[in-house]
């Protein structure tokens, strides 16, 4: 499991919390319609919140001024602080689950980690030039680099600024302002890269993220593609001496179309599985083809989306491509033998019901709690998936009913299942990284 491991501070905005939100400039701010790809003064800042919380969208920026944490730190109360970034968040999660043996890449070895990671993590650490897996707690030397991202959830509802403005959120999510200094140049640990080399043969699955990070601005003459060519080599040796290794890509909200450009056409020809939700989806159809972008931002309907991972699938057919949205989750891979396809359904459906659990309470602490979750379907979710039924049907001649939810054509098989709606969720950060992982463990 790498590569992004963070400390995530989460900040709840309240009704009245933006009132507070004294900038000299806000009413023209609030006019603005552009906003910026990274956050690089306070405006900037409040821009990519404001604008977060009236789309309802979950979205990501990086801090590049590092006053702005200060100023954030003084003007939000901190309401939490846990283990953030996909790896991070994914490891704890399987680790307490007991549901995998987790060897995990933490990229800085830093005291902060410690009571956040779960400590039977197994964690590459060399000591007197012998690599060795250490628990958390075990590790030595600890460095102080940052990496604070703060997370801002927001609920639906009538948001009061301090002008006589105020701005409404139609949907629940969170905006994520992130500093980073060490994910931002995926940094992985010689340790790391020799340990998982050498017992690469043990592990069946590789989760990797972290990507929608890389600065290259924080380096001198770097580019996206010189970051990624270590990790390109990587994967090429652990698959050279693993061939059933499956790589499984989790995607994130990522700012800038070149770096999408760098992902889409270096990474996703070496990996099996990727993860991704609507916002990130639409970001890699921006830059990959206009028309089906521009269909789906009009209309997020199930055909749209549906049309959306085809676009990619078509692009790599070796992938398996799950896509997570408010009420129902698809996925698209090659045509599957009906027993596996079953499979895959029911590991939707499990991550589902983990999904909820994690909404519902903010974290999964075991796997008995899922005895608790009200299984209420959402209603807009299966009928999404049934107009997709019907649309595939009329589309494509060679399809194929295998079960309620699972079509295929000579060529491919796309299972849909509606979800579990949550009525107002403790917490919706890291429930997009439960619900790949869960679906892509549970279905090997
Ligand atoms: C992104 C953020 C991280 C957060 C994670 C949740 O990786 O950088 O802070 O914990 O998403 O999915």
């Not at 405006?43 to 979205?59: H, M, P, V, Y």
């Not at 050498?198 to 993220?209: D, H, L, P, W």
């Not at 929608?212 to 050279?240: G, R, V």
């Not at 709690?369 to 009928?383: A, D, F, R, T, W």
Request: glycine share 4%; net charge negative.
């Amino acid at each position: 499991m790498g590569f992004n491991v963070n400390i995530d501070k989460v900040i709840r905005i309240r009704p009245d919390t933006l009132q507070g939100l004294k900038s000299k400039n806000l009413d023209e701010i609030l006019l603005q319609k552009e906003v910026p790809m990274d956050i690089n003064s306070i405006e900037s800042f409040i821009l990519c919140l404001l604008s977060a919380i009236e789309g309802g969208k979950a979205d990501e920026k990086l801090i590049v001024a590092e006053d702005v944490c200060d100023w954030i730190e003084n003007t939000f109360v901190v309401d939490e602080i846990k283990i953030g970034g996909q790896a991070g968040i994914m490891a704890n999660l399987l680790t307490k689950l007991e549901l995998a043996d987790v060897l995990l890449s933490l990229p800085v070895y830093d005291a902060s980690f410690v009571g956040l990671l779960h400590d039977r993590i197994n964690i590459p650490f060399e000591s007197n030039g012998k690599c060795s897996v250490q628990p958390i707690t075990k590790l030595q030397g600890f460095e102080k680099k940052r990496f604070i991202h703060y997370i801002f959830e927001f609920d639906k509802g009538i948001y009061y600024l301090a002008t006589s403005n105020s701005i409404e959120c139609l949907r629940q999510n969170r905006f994520i302002a992130s500093h980073d200094t060490v994910n931002s140049l995926l940094e992985i640990k010689n340790c790391f890269k020799k340990y998982s080399l050498e017992n690469i043969q043990k592990y069946s699955i590789a989760i990797v993220s972290g990507f929608h990070l890389l600065n290259p601005e924080m380096q001198d003459n770097t580019t996206y593609y010189d970051i990624i060519a270590p990790i390109i080599s990587m994967f090429k040796e652990w698959k050279k001496t693993n061939p059933d290794l499956k790589i499984h890509l989790e995607f994130a909200a990522t700012r800038d179309k070149e770096l999408i450009k760098a992902i889409f056409q270096r990474l996703l020809p070496l990996v099996n599985s990727i993860g991704l939700n609507e916002q990130e989806l639409l970001s890699i159809l921006e830059t990959t083809n206009v028309t089906t972008y521009k269909k789906l931002r009009k209309e997020m309907s199930s055909v749209n989306l549906f049309e959306g991972i085809l676009n990619i699938w078509v692009k790599y057919p070796h992938l398996r491509i799950h896509l997570h949205y408010l009420g129902y989750y698809l996925t698209i891979s090659s045509r599957l033998h009906e027993k596996h396809a079953i499979k895959r359904k029911q590991a939707l459906i499990l991550s589902a019901v983990f999904a909820a659990v994690k909404a519902k309470n903010g974290s999964i602490c075991s796997i008995n709690e899922i005895n608790n979750v009200l299984c209420s379907v959402s209603k807009s979710g299966y009928e999404e998936i049934e107009g997709l039924l019907s649309f595939l049907k009329s589309e494509y001649k060679s399809i194929d009913e295998i079960e309620d939810g699972i079509m295929s054509t000579d060529s491919f098989t796309v299972i849909g299942i509606p979800t579990i709606i949550v009525k107002s969720a403790q917490q919706l950060v890291g429930v997009g990284d439960t619900i790949s992982v869960l679906a892509l463990l549970l279905e090997n």
